[in-house]
């Protein structure tokens, strides 16, 4: 069976530090794009970060930068995303994804929910005092 598997996320208070984890299992995490995704209450889902298939370029949402921190190991067919200095609008169900994009695409194009085929279930953060 084809699946993504999320661990990691729970209640922070703003400042605080989460790992997120989303073991693959069915398929070989390497071959694909990876990319997570988050969805507040009331707001679409928004890409977070990713990194491309073809060349290991990462992309990250301005909302982000310099506080997340995506990443894969290929040994343990697991990606991870570390989040450091979390704030209250960081709150929200993250959502892992896989997909695969034909060698030499743009990362802007793997930035958008609708290009991945593989989902993780879900996991809450909330980040509150």
């Known amino acids: 069976q084809l699946q993504l598997v999320e661990s990691g996320g729970g209640l922070v208070q703003p400042g605080g530090s989460l790992r997120l984890s989303c073991a693959a299992s069915?398929?070989?995490?390497?071959?694909?794009?990876i990319a997570w995704f988050r969805q507040a209450p009331g707001k679409e889902r928004e890409g977070v970060a990713c990194i491309s298939n073809s060349d290991g370029s990462t992309y990250y949402a301005d909302s982000v930068k310099g506080r997340f921190t995506i990443s894969r190991d290929n040994a343990k067919n697991t990606m991870y995303l570390q989040m450091n200095s979390l704030k209250p609008e960081d709150t929200a169900v993250y959502y892992c994804a896989a997909g695969w994009f034909p060698p030499g695409m743009p990362i802007a194009t793997m930035t958008a929910a609708g290009s991945y085929t593989r989902w993780g279930q879900g996991t809450q953060v909330t980040v509150s005092s």
């Open positions: 069915g398929f070989t995490l390497d071959y694909y794009a």
